[in-house]
């Protein structure tokens, strides 16, 4: 299917454990982003990457790694998961035509 | 840094208009965009402005002045599923910095 897919959709995890979110894009687009989307916070940015092997940090990445390996992954990972990381992930990609959002991931961490 | 604001929530009847205002201070603007979010689904694409000025696009108009950092979504003719949260972004190399967003709630 093309678009941007994220799996899993849900996900609880206990904390401590390592937990890894996935995202992929068909577009072979140059730009990928990982967001968190918080109760009167709104979506903040976790970290972006501009190409394959490119990532820097957004406004939040303490206790979040990423990578980028293909142009068309972009998977997030909690290394030692907090309740704090409690929240819904939405991975990004842009275009000239602008931004699309996968369709999230709600992670509890309990 | 960046700071964008927007009220919180919104109430409109049906059939009415309804604004929702945006403002932005941040170090960098390469556009704003306005997306659109229901409840537990993914925000999508309403609009975008680079250039002071209104654009319209059916239903939805968006404004944009840069020199006051300001912007709004107008929404006419308001229908039931118009029911949802309104996201402010603004654009500043490649990244997107949003407000908290504006939950509009459309009574019958």
């Known amino acids: 299917d093309a678009g941007i897919t994220q799996s899993p959709r849900y996900k609880i995890t206990e904390t401590g454990r390592q937990v890894t979110l996935m995202c992929h894009q068909t577009w072979s687009h140059s730009y990928m982003f990982w967001y968190r989307q918080d109760l009167g916070h709104g979506l903040r940015l976790i970290y972006y990457s501009a190409a394959a092997d490119i990532t820097d940090k957004g406004e939040v990445p303490d206790g979040y790694v990423v990578s980028r390996s293909k142009t068309e992954n972009f998977p997030l990972t909690l290394e030692s998961a907090t309740r704090s990381q409690t929240s819904v992930y939405f991975c990004?990609?842009?275009?000239?035509?602008?931004?699309?959002f996968g369709s999230g991931t709600r992670l509890t961490v309990v | 840094g960046q700071n964008i604001d927007q009220p919180t929530e919104m109430t409109a009847t049906e059939g009415a208009i309804v604004q929702i205002n945006c403002t932005y201070q941040t170090s960098g603007f390469n556009g704003l965009f306005w997306y659109q979010q229901h409840a537990g689904e993914a925000p999508t694409f309403l609009s975008y402005n680079v250039l002071d000025g209104l654009e319209e696009k059916g239903r939805f108009s968006s404004f944009l002045s840069r020199s006051k950092g300001y912007s709004y979504l107008l929404l006419k003719e308001l229908q039931m599923k118009d029911s949802a949260s309104y996201l402010c972004?603004?654009?500043?190399?490649?990244?997107?910095?949003f407000g908290a967003g504006t939950t509009v709630t459309v009574r019958a």
């Open positions: 972004a603004v654009r500043s190399d490649y990244k997107l910095s």
């Open positions: 990004a990609s842009s275009s000239s035509a602008g931004y699309t």
